[in-house]
């Protein structure tokens, strides 16, 4: 089945330890992105990588870390998570590398920094 | 960068009836606009898209309009169901050279009585 997987769906954790939240498509799509969503804001591009090895800035970016070594995974890393970055993430994937293509999103990961 | 906003952010319904969501965006380079479904529990999907080539695009129920001119887009559901209840968010964006992030306004929740 075409999809894309995120773990862990839920994490409670607390400032300052280091988290990674995974994501990966098996769809062997070349654009793959992290949004965050809160209530009244939609979702908010973190950072988004149209290819191996190539990542770009999205609208919120700051406190995160991402990285594309490989074509299917897109790991997002929080270095020192603060409880401002308490929110529900969503991973998406895309074929080609431009943005005018359906987007697949993950189920989500709630993450709580307390 | 871009912004959108989206109107409004709830509508009730009654079951038969139309729903109309709204939306402005702020740079006239965005090109592209798509509409996604989110259902509780569940990341968003795509439903329909535009581009700015086009004015109006349908599918079945479902119609987008775009306004290249006043800068806004709207989703017009007909025949509302108890299905169609769900959280709508649109989004623009601005393909190729210029970049490639998708801008989400904040979301319409939508609530279908039967």
């Known amino acids: 089945e075409a999809q894309v997987t995120q773990n862990p769906r839920y994490l409670i954790t607390v400032t300052g330890k280091k988290l990674t939240v995974t994501c990966s498509q098996n769809?062997?799509?070349?654009?793959m992105s992290w949004y965050r969503q809160d209530p009244g804001l939609g979702l908010r591009q973190i950072y988004y990588?149209?290819?191996?090895?190539?990542?770009d800035k999205g609208d919120v970016p700051e406190g995160y870390k991402v990285s594309r070594k490989e074509k299917r995974n897109f790991p997002l890393i929080l270095e020192s998570p603060s409880p401002n970055q308490t929110s529900l993430y969503f991973c998406?994937?895309?074929?080609?590398?431009?943005?005018?293509?359906?987007?697949?999103f993950g189920p989500g990961t709630r993450l709580t920094v307390t | 960068g871009e912004n959108v906003e989206q109107h409004p952010s709830t509508l009730s319904v009654q079951e038969g009836d139309s729903a109309v969501i709204k939306c402005t965006y702020s740079?006239?380079?965005?090109?592209?606009f798509p509409w996604y479904k989110q259902e509780l529990g569940k990341g968003p999907q795509l439903i329909i898209d535009?581009?700015?080539?086009?004015g109006e695009k349908k599918d079945q129920r479902i119609a987008v309009t775009l306004n290249k001119t006043a800068k806004h887009f709207s989703l017009h559901i007909t025949e509302t169901q108890p299905e169609d209840s769900a959280v709508y968010f649109c989004?623009?964006?601005?393909?190729?050279?210029?970049?490639?992030?998708?801008?989400f306004g904040g979301g319409t929740r939508l609530m279908v009585k039967p």
């Open positions: 998406a994937s895309s074929p080609g590398q431009i943005i005018t293509y359906e987007q697949y």
């Open positions: 769809m062997n799509h070349e654009y």
């Open positions: 990588s149209m290819n191996v090895e190539v990542t």
């Open positions: 740079d006239s380079a965005s090109n592209y």
């Open positions: 535009i581009r700015s080539n086009v």
């Open positions: 989004a623009a964006s601005i393909s190729g050279n210029a970049g490639n992030m998708l801008t």
